[in-house]
């Protein structure tokens, strides 16, 4: 505890991860930090209250997101400075892993106020350690543009990086967002798609990102996402008539589909592609 001079002494703020999904992995230790503290201020009150309820946890909640965090801020670290012990929670995972948080941590250090994290759950960190690729040197790009331009943009700048990549995506924006990976990254980089971490539906799909494509237009994701794209290994791209034999060979998407994704690919009008495709038909057989 920090001494303030002539005051009480200064509270701490414990920044405390909770699961992901599945209660088990709540720690002891964020069990015993929010049962001692005197304040929690959470993402969702609602939400939180559940938590506390499955763990027999009873503390006065405050709401700290987005749209309160500046006026909160002045309250909860003028009750630090008073000596109240306050805890920051989100709705699920890592406080300030795409989560509210940092505005008022930095604040405390301002006013010399201790942080102390309780490490726990991190869809990031749980994505990574089972999807099976590199993961001795990642980038985390938290939530990908809504709009399909500015994410085409963010591909662009991230093509060629060698470090592997991580994105949290929502499901309905799933298939738009790997049709763009089709035409910035190309048919043959590798992906995982981690879906449910933690939940009773947990799926790891790897595999390249045209065989992704044509898995989740069979069968939209639900739930909750981490996409992972490993560095590309690839040479220079293949031409137009071998990447089609490959994409018809695998037979996972319709003619239709696949001439429609390699003409995106290689920014071709989908009449030339299919004029292609009918010819690997006449004179392959595919
Ligand atoms: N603070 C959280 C953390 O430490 O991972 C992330 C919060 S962010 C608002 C929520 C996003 O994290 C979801 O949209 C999803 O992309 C990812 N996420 C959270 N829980 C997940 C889970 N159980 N499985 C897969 N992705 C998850």
Request: overall charge negative.
């Amino acid at each position: 505890m920090i001494e303030e001079q002539g005051g009480p002494p200064a509270g701490i703020l414990y920044v405390v991860a909770t699961p992901i999904g599945n209660l088990e992995d709540m720690t002891y230790r964020a069990v015993r930090t929010l049962g001692e503290v005197d304040l929690v201020a959470a993402e969702d009150t609602r939400h939180s209250r559940k938590l506390f309820a499955h763990f027999g946890i009873k503390k006065p909640l405050v709401s700290y997101h987005d749209h309160n965090e500046r006026q909160r801020q002045v309250m909860l670290v003028e009750k630090l400075q008073n000596g109240e012990n306050i805890a920051l929670i989100s709705d699920a995972g890592t406080p300030c892993i795409a989560d509210p948080g940092y505005r008022l941590i930095a604040s405390c250090y301002d006013a010399g106020i201790r942080v102390v994290p309780i490490p726990g759950p991190s869809a990031t960190i749980t994505a990574l350690s089972a999807a099976g690729v590199a993961t001795d040197r990642f980038a985390f790009e938290g939530y990908l543009p809504q709009k399909t331009k500015a994410r085409k943009d963010l591909f662009r700048q991230l093509n060629g990086e060698q470090r592997t990549l991580v994105f949290y995506e929502a499901p309905h924006r799933l298939s738009a967002t790997l049709s763009d990976m089709v035409e910035i990254f190309g048919l043959e980089r590798q992906i995982v798609v981690a879906r449910e971490l933690t939940k009773l539906h947990e799926e790891f799909f790897r595999g390249d990102v045209s065989a992704a494509v044509a898995r989740f237009e069979r069968e939209p994701a639900r739930g909750e996402l981490v996409l992972i794209l490993p560095p590309s290994t690839q040479g220079p791209q293949m031409n137009v008539r071998d990447a089609l034999r490959q994409l018809l060979n695998e037979g996972d998407l319709s003619r239709r589909d696949a001439v429609k994704l390699i003409a995106k690919q290689y920014g071709l009008p989908s009449s030339d592609v299919y004029r292609e495709s009918l010819s690997l038909a006449e004179e392959e057989d595919i």
